[in-house]
């Protein structure tokens, strides 16, 4: 049986989440039965991208100050790290870290902010998709990952929790290669656990105080979610934050998939969950990207597959649009698109719709949310929403 503790915590009071996180950590048995004097533990937060903690796109930073405090308590040097959405430069490090609010924990904390740029190619046997992958330096130099996520909605799969923030252990565009060569939700949502299985967190931790519901994982809305999950699986972890959103988790990828893996049960039976009662949340609003079940199934049609593929990708399939009057021509969904399905034409983005995978990492990254996803009226019809 897998271990979730969930605390209610409302507000970003620096006691009051150091006192639950530290309460959390004592139900899974205490945070010194990992983690020992001299240990190097590294913090692998969600800092997507240049947003300040109030838009509740990354991990808050008084979450990131408790736990390292608590870490430092028990003898550990603490750094944090991730690789944004971008290409993975020092100048976007230093932007990211000052408006999310990295940059004052190493003056609070003595924490160490990662500026090492450098990665190395690894290679996993256990993969199911991925046999090799580039992982930064800085996660292959420490003993323990502690991995503190942001509860959000995500428009490519459905939400992103646990699982899908140890994607940020790869360097920059490194990550937007990976959605071009697994465009189908369920060949990237293996790569996604791969990439977890290989990490191990010794801690999965998830800001859900303030979280993210619609166009997530940037676009969205704020919703006061006021809780702190807290476990030592991940995909346990997501479960239990899917069922509190009012997600079925078998709609989402991973959890599907690692499920099949026989990593975690989705069965409640199989979940242990103490703290705060997770039902009778009000439901998050879901992105407009999700698809109804039939289209990806009559797309494996033998015979006609391909030609329905074709078909509904056209006239059927959610799509990225411009909103011509926010768009600061920043190229930034020009530089992030796997598919090079973006053409910029007189400084603002024209879709190429033919090459587009649907990923939305377009809409991932416009700082202005320039962009947003248009849902063909007849899909609204066939899927009732």
Request: positive net charge; aromatic residues 6%.
């Amino acid at each position: 049986m897998k271990k979730v503790v969930a605390m209610r915590c409302r507000e970003y009071d620096p006691e009051a989440v150091k006192i639950k996180l530290e309460a959390a950590m004592e139900a899974l048995g205490g945070l010194r039965q990992w983690i020992k004097p001299g240990d190097r533990v590294l913090l692998k937060v969600n800092l997507l991208t240049g947003k300040i903690p109030e838009e509740a796109v990354t991990t808050h930073p008084q979450v990131v100050i408790a736990l390292a405090d608590l870490l430092m308590e028990a003898g550990a040097s603490v750094s944090i790290a991730d690789s944004p959405a971008g290409p993975f430069s020092k100048g976007r490090l230093k932007k990211v870290y000052r408006l999310t609010g990295m940059e004052r924990i190493e003056s609070e904390t003595g924490a160490k902010l990662n500026w090492n740029l450098e990665s190395q190619e690894i290679h996993y046997s256990e993969g199911y998709r991925l046999k090799s992958f580039a992982v930064l330096q800085a996660v292959l130099e420490t003993d323990h990952i502690i991995n503190i996520c942001k509860m959000k909605t995500h428009s490519m799969t459905l939400m992103t929790g646990a699982v899908k923030n140890m994607f940020g252990i790869m360097p920059g565009l490194k990550k937007a290669e990976l959605h071009f060569r697994f465009t189908e939700p369920e060949d990237f949502a293996h790569a996604m656990v791969d990439i977890c299985e290989y990490a191990q967190p010794t801690l999965s931790v998830m800001d859900g105080i303030d979280a993210m519901e619609g166009a997530g994982p940037s676009a969205g809305d704020i919703k006061k979610a006021g809780v702190l999950l807290v476990s030592k699986n991940p995909h346990a972890l997501d479960a239990v934050a899917a069922k509190y959103m009012g997600v079925d988790p078998l709609q989402v990828p991973t959890l599907r998939v690692a499920e099949k893996r026989n990593l975690c049960s989705l069965s409640e039976d199989e979940l242990e969950i103490q703290g705060v009662e997770m039902n009778g949340s009000t439901p998050f609003k879901l992105p407009d990207t999700q698809e109804p079940d039939f289209l990806e199934r009559y797309s494996k049609w033998p015979v006609i597959g391909n030609v329905f593929r074709r078909i509904s990708r056209k006239h059927l399939r959610p799509k990225p649009v411009l909103q011509k009057e926010r768009c600061i021509s920043c190229y930034e969904c020009d530089t992030i698109c796997p598919a090079n399905a973006i053409c910029m034409i007189h400084r603002r983005p024209e879709f190429i719709y033919d090459k587009c995978i649907r990923c939305y990492c377009c809409q991932e990254v416009c700082p202005e949310k320039a962009i947003w996803i248009y849902r063909p009226g007849i899909l609204k019809r066939l899927s009732g929403s």
